[in-house]
């Protein structure tokens, strides 16, 4: 009897873990472009600094533009993080039994290191900006009123 | 420990390390070479002969004193890893990038190197 037990015991496990695997699931992601934005802000001297200082110090930008009369270098990194919870039956039983479950919820925040250098019309720097996104905790933000 | 203790926790370890693992890469070429650069002469070469060494660019941006060429190719690692609970997916995109900046007149004034497509890197979300 004892190792009737035992083998039932044994042979239920091996059904649920197949039916069950996959069950609940949570999926961790993570997304990174470009480099670490590092500012050496005391060489970048806002009047003083020229295009070609920046661009031996920094390389080259990720992103050029034209901002009105000004020239815009734009170094940036961008980090994607995202979470996900899964709670439903791997198999597809609705061949078998007309009901299923299946509830998902995910979160997923991107955010910038962005450095913004604004050049004029001499190629000097007039006016510098640094954004570092990646310092927001991962759920705080995603869960923070603020847009 | 009982014997049926054993076989389960055997049992539970492997039915929960069970997986697979993937890596991928991705590249977008360009075939510039950044040893040509001791070519170029701030304040003397023009647009046409950068073209001319380093190819078409991938992208060309008008702005307020001139034009800027952009040379770019990427390198993106990928890594995913499926266990019974829980998946891990990993992916990092880098680039290797020149920057021409010329003048209103097609004279080159700086250039901007930046390599780093050899930086990106298989792993694990951290």
Known sequence: MDSRVKILTMLSLIVASFFLSGCITYQIARYVEGDEVIIPNDRLEVGKTTLGEALSLLGAPDRVGKAGMEDLLVYERALLYRNRIKVGLPIPLSSVIRTSFDASAYGTLVRYDSLALFFNSDRVLKHKTFQQGSNHPYFKTLFSSHQ | ?126
Not at chain 2, 7 to 21: D, E, K
Not at chain 2, 81 to 110: I, M, P, R, S, Y
């Open chain 2, 1 to 126: 420990m009982r014997p049926t203790v054993k076989i389960l926790a055997a049992f539970l370890i492997t039915t929960l390390l069970s997986g697979c693992i993937v890596l991928g890469k991705n590249k977008q070429f360009q075939p510039f070479d950044s040893t040509e650069l001791d070519k170029l002469v701030p304040g003397r070469t023009r647009a046409a002969e950068v073209t001319e060494i380093f190819g078409a660019p991938s992208e060309v941006v008008e702005l307020a004193n001139g034009n800027a060429y952009v040379y770019k190719r990427t390198v993106t690692k990928g890594t995913v890893c499926w266990l019974v609970l829980v998946t891990f997916g990993n992916a990092e995109k880098q680039h290797d990038q020149l920057v021409f900046f010329f003048d209103l007149n097609d004279t080159l004034t700086h250039y901007g190197i930046s390599l780093d497509a050899d930086k990106a890197k298989y792993g694990f979300p951290g």
